[in-house]
Each structure stands twice: as structure tokens, then as C-alpha cells.
């Protein structure tokens, strides 16, 4: 999950190539590398964060307008300069930069040393780089030909950019997997992994399919399909503004999106909402379609695969439709057995997540009816999904998620809601104050994120220096722990476990001695009781607790730091009580003094496996 830029066009590529890799530097950042072609290319690479690369050029001479860019996220060779992007061809040829994995590449090396090719690096993108030039040396039939027939050649996923010796103006791309992004203004042609990148300068663009390729010349972009035959690509325009993709004032993107939540939210319900009734009709989802469900899968990774948790007590609760949640990685290789009339709902940021989107493509091979919830626009299980649901979070910078969690929990309260109208679970009175309540969340989030906020920094910034913590919870408290927990060790590297308080007992609290910090959430009115004899028997033995729960609530008796969230309806309270175990694992963090967006060993959408 590295990041690719590339420009054609009038402007001096270098700065446009920079800005735009910092735009993606959220999806890898373990080195980084420009090519720019002036009267020939010149290719710079630097090991570390694009602060190294720019520190490297800044007394260069970079005058030419047609350039590609990578930041990068080692998978195949170590993080440094020899493997960092752009590669070049052994008769250099082809300069090449590459996000995705191509599996078969220790076959194909074999193959290419067979005709003398060598290489200088680990990775699997200089293989590729060398096939393109073997294809276009041996048949002489130029770049479609050469780039078409390594398509049919390798396995795995890729968006590359190349730029061919031979032809100085033109920057050639093609993908299979890996999400690519195609621009157009009067001043040239862009080409990104992702929108944030080139907002700057268009909203107007092209999105290039899987196994096509193109041509970006300085004035247009030419399509082409595996046949080599011209097909022809309607522009679209992006929503999302320039501002959206920047920090605002925020010292982090993390700290910025979390107080976006409110606005984004509000976005998202009135996506949805539309005179006091829930409006399905933009997923293409019919009330027959709906009837006739038997059961729902939902499949999803990382913090979307707690939302999914979360929604699963929801949706069952509400239509007593039977649901399953799955970690899509396991979901793709178990061969899972789907009820014909079962739902698979994919849940993604990105809409580009391998796992989930193999996940989507294992449902739709056993004909099974697929919904998404994703927030980007275009992107791969938007447009693979049968019935696809938009939340409206805007660019998501930071590698921790935050307001798309929120903004696609909200979209699963919709549709549980609405799909319990259809099935007559709920009558119309509880329908219309179930969508009452949910409209008050963001104000609810916005005066939590004025009153809460400096308490929390003090509360965290105490335990920067613990090395565990527990989070814990029943029912959807549990279920909002999950990510609570991943909050904490994504940001600020502090081993967290969340469980299911009842759980505890039965082995873990083994591991609770004196200071130790615990976490709980307790909302849920009907298990109320339990979780605070769960929160005892953890003071009981030394644990420090901060219990977030609702106002008006008394747990002075169990807790060391207590975190009211407003009252609202027991199914939203998910939305409420993960403001704070956001804003926990941030100050956490920031008292650490990490590098809260870019936090080590991730990135912000896992295109490979
Ligand atoms: C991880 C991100 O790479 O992928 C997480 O760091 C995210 O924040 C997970 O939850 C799943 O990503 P997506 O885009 O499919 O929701």
C-alpha cells in the first residue's frame, strides 16, 4: 500500500510530484522517489520519510513537466534507497513506479535472467519493470503492446505509472487492484493513488478500471482496453474540497478528523433522511429485496469490522434477522457457507482493502446479494458491490480511522432501523423517535468534544507510561471496547486488550495487579449491574479505572476517572462513548510524542494481502 503520483503537463512536475506524495504519505512512508523528465530522466530516491527525499533535492535544478512519484510501504525488500521507486529496466528503458504485489515474481525472474536480465533490488516492481522492457524490445510494437501483454503475464495487484524512453511526452499507467486516480485541468494531467492528492489541483477526473491502461499526454488522457482497442472514459467530478485534504490549524489530522465527527455525521444522516423517513433508495436495495433476507454477513477489517460488531447486536436486536460478523482475511480462505438469501454487507473506508474486497468477490461468486458502506467514491467495492451505501466523511488522512468509524455507524443504525420498519419489528412511533434521537448525535458529539476534551488530555497524558491496558464492556459497550482498544494501540503503541467483561474471570484478570489501567464502558441499561460487578472485582485486585458511561449515572464506587457521555437511546450510545476512547488513545500518544497520523508499521488502506 504504497502511494503513486504523476504529472504531464505545462508546470514544473517536481512540485506538484512532492505535494502530492505528501497527500499520500498516510498510506507508507518508509522511503520514497521522484523520476522527472527534462531532456532525459532523473531519477531520486531516499530512504525514510519524504522530508529525506526533499531535503536531497532541494539545490536541484528540476525543470521538467512530466514526472512520476512514489512513497513507500515495504512489502518485497527492505526499507532503502535501492528498493525504493522509481525502478528502471536494465537498458533503462522503462522508469516505473508501482503500489500493489505481483505474486508470481520469483517465476518471472527466473524467466528474464534466462534472457540476461539482472537486478539490483529485492522487489517484485523491478521485475516488473524488466518484463515491460522485454515485451517491448522483443515484439517492438510499443508501450500498449509491451504493458498488455504483462498484464496477461503476472499475477497479483498493481497501479503502475511509466514513463518509456522513447516517448518523452507521455506518462503510460495501467491497474489491476490497486486503486488509481486519473486528473485533467487545463494545465495537464495527473494521475494518484488517491483523491487527496491531486484535489489541489482538479476535481475533474477520470477513473481508469481494472486491466485498463492509459496514456496521459500534456492536453488528455487516451484509454485503452487488454486488446489494445481505444474505449472511451466519461469525466466525473469530485465533492470533496481542498480544505478537507488539509490540517487547518490541527497539529494533527487525527485530532482534526475527530472534530470533524459532528458535521460528518450530520452529513450522513442527511444522506439518509429525508422527511422523517430512512431513504434506502440510492443503495438500489427494494422492500421485496429486503423481505426476503434470511440472514446478514458482515465482513470488514480492522476498526470496520467493529463497526460491524457493533451493528450485529443492533440489527439483530431490531429485525431479528440472524448476523454474523467476519474478519474478512479469514472469510475469503474459509469457504464459508452463505445462505442463498443471506446479505453480505462489506464495510470500508477505502473501498479498497484487499481482504474485503476478495471478501466481496467470494460473496458474489456464490450469487450472494452484496451491500457496501464505503466512503470513497469510485472506489473498487463501491463499484463491485451489487448495492452500495456512501457515508459522508470526506478524505480520511490519518492512518487511525475516526470519523468514518462514526459516520459508517450511524449507517448501520439506518439500516437496521429501516430494514425493521420493512419486516414490521417496530411500529411507526418507535421509528420516528428512533430517527429523532439519531439526528441529536452530533450535536451530542459536538458539546461532548467542548467539555470533554481538556479532561481527557489531562486523564491520558497520566498514562503515557504504562505498557498494558484493558478495556471492558457488555454488549455494544463491549463491542465499542474492541475499538477503543485498537485506538490505543494503533496511535500510541501500548499493548491493550479489549474484553467482554463477563470474560474477564475466566482467565485474564489473572494479569490485573496494582495500577493497572482499565477502561469501562458501561451504557448498556439492562446489564448495568454486571458490568459494574465486573469493574469491582478489577479494583479488587489494583486495577486503575476510567469508566466512560452515561450522565446521571453513579459509579464513584468503581471509578478512579469518571467520563459521562449524554443519554440518549441504548442503540447510539456506541456513537457517544467512542469520542472519548478516541481522544484516550490520541493524548496517550501525543504524550508520547509519536507521530500520531503516521504511525509505524501502518497504513491507512491494506491494497495487498
Ligand atoms: C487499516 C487502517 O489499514 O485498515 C484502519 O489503518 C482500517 O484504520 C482498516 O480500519 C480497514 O480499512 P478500510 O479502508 O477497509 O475501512
Redesign the pocket.
Known amino acids: 500500500?504504497c502511494g503513486i503520483v504523476g504529472y504531464n503537463g505545462k508546470d514544473k512536475a517536481v512540485d506538484i510530484l512532492l505535494d502530492g506524495l505528501s497527500k499520500l504519505e498516510y498510506r507508507g512512508y518508509d522511503s520514497a522517489g521522484i523520476a522527472i523528465r527534462d531532456k532525459k530522466i532523473e531519477i531520486y530516491k531516499a530512504k525514510g520519510k519524504l522530508t529525506n527525499l526533499k531535503e536531497k533535492i532541494k539545490d536541484k535544478e528540476l525543470n521538467g513537466t512530466c514526472g512520476i512519484g512514489h512513497t513507500r510501504w515495504a512489502t518485497h525488500g527492505e526499507p532503502n534507497e535501492l528498493n525504493a521507486h522509481p525502478h528502471i529496466s536494465n537498458d533503462g528503458i522503462v522508469t516505473l513506479v508501482h503500489n500493489g504485489i505481483i505474486e508470481n515474481y520469483q517465476e518471472l525472474i527466473l524467466k528474464l535472467k534466462k534472457h540476461n536480465y539482472e537486478f539490483y533490488s529485492q522487489t517484485d516492481t523491478e521485475v516488473l519493470t524488466n518484463l515491460i522492457e522485454y515485451y517491448y524490445k522483443k515484439y517492438k510494437m510499443g508501450p500498449i503492446d509491451a504493458i498488455n501483454r504483462t498484464m496477461v503475464r503476472v499475477r497479483g495487484s498493481y497501479a503502475i505509472a511509466v514513463m518509456f524512453k522513447d516517448y518523452p511526452d507521455e506518462i503510460w499507467v495501467a491497474r489491476k487492484d490497486s486503486p488509481m486516480i486519473i486528473g485533467l485541468n487545463e494545465n495537464g494531467t495527473y494521475l494518484a493513488s488517491d483523491v487527496p492528492a491531486i484535489l489541489k489541483y482538479t476535481k475533474t477526473v477520470y477513473y481508469i478500471d481494472n486491466l485498463e491502461l492509459a496514456c496521459l499526454r500534456k492536453d488528455k488522457v487516451i484509454f485503452y482496453d487488454l486488446n489494445g482497442d481505444e474505449i472511451k472514459k466519461e469525466l466525473k467530478e469530485i465533492k470533496w474540497d481542498v480544505s478537507s485534504a488539509e490540517k487547518e490549524g490541527y497539529e494533527h489530522f487525527m485530532i482534526k478528523e475527530i472534530n470533524e465527527q459532528p458535521v460528518v455525521i450530520k452529513n450522513t444522516i442527511n444522506s439518509l433522511v429525508k422527511d422523517n423517513n430512512i431513504d434506502l433508495s440510492k443503495t438500489g436495495l427494494t422492500e421485496e429485496e429486503i423481505k426476503k433476507i434470511s440472514q446478514i454477513y458482515i465482513v470488514?477489517?480492522?476498526?470496520?469490522?467493529h463497526v460491524g460488531v457493533c451493528a450485529q447486536y443492533i440489527l439483530e436486536d431490531l429485525t431479528r434477522i440472524p448476523v454474523r460478523v467476519e474478519i474478512a482475511s479469514e472469510f475469503r480462505y474459509r469457504k464459508p457457507i452463505l445462505d442463498k438469501n443471506g446479505l453480505v454487507l462489506i464495510?470500508?473506508?477505502?473501498?479498497?482493502?484487499a481482504d474485503?474486497l476478495a471478501a466481496l468477490r467470494e460473496a458474489k461468486s456464490q450469487g450472494i446479494k452484496t451491500l457496501s458502506i464505503v466512503?470513497v467514491v469510485g472506489s473498487s467495492?463501491a463499484r463491485e458491490s451489487d448495492h452500495v451505501l456512501y457515508t459522508l466523511a470526506g478524505p480520511e488522512i490519518a492512518?487511525?480511522?475516526t470519523k468514518?468509524?462514526s459516520t459508517q455507524l450511524v449507517a448501520c443504525y439506518a439500516l437496521a432501523i429501516e430494514f425493521s420498519k420493512i419486516l414490521n419489528k417496530i411500529d411507526n412511533n418507535i421509528y420516528l423517535d428512533l430517527i429523532d434521537e439519531l439526528e441529536t448525535i452530533p450535536e451530542k458529539i459536538s458539546n461532548m468534544l467542548d467539555n470533554l476534551t481538556t479532561d481527557i488530555q489531562k486523564i491520558s497524558s497520566k498514562f503515557s507510561h504504562i505498557h498494558d491496558a484493558f478495556y471492558i464492556g457488555r454488549g455494544l459497550d463491549y463491542a465499542i471496547s474492541l475499538e477503543g482498544s485498537l485506538k490505543l494501540k494503533?496511535v500510541s503503541y501500548i499493548h491493550s486488550e479489549a474484553y467482554a467483561a463477563g470474560e474477564l474471570k475466566h482467565g485474564t484478570i489473572s494479569l490485573i495487579e496494582n495500577g493497572t489501567l482499565v477502561v469501562g464502558v458501561v451504557t448498556q441499561e439492562d446489564i448495568f449491574e454486571k458490568t459494574i460487578s465486573n469493574l469491582v472485582e478489577v479494583r479488587s485486585r489494583g486495577a486503575y479505572t476510567i469508566v466512560v458511561t452515561e450522565e446521571g449515572k453513579d459509579v464513584s464506587k468503581v471509578s478512579n476517572n469518571t467520563i459521562f457521555v449524554p443519554k440518549t437511546n441504548r442503540y447510539f450510545f456506541p456513537s457517544l462513548t467512542v469520542v472519548p476512547l478516541q481522544l484516550i488513545g490520541y493524548y496517550m500518544a501525543v504524550s508520547k510524542g509519536l507521530d500520531v497520523d503516521k504511525p509505524r508499521n501502518?497504513?491507512?488502506?491494506?491494497t495487498v494481502e
Not at 300 to 305: K, L, P, Q, R, T
Not at 347 to 353: D, R
Open positions: 500500500m470488514a477489517c480492522g476498526s470496520a469490522y464495510i470500508s473506508q477505502s473501498g479498497e482493502t474485503s466512503n467495492i492512518v487511525a480511522t468514518a468509524f494503533e501502518l497504513a491507512k488502506s491494506v
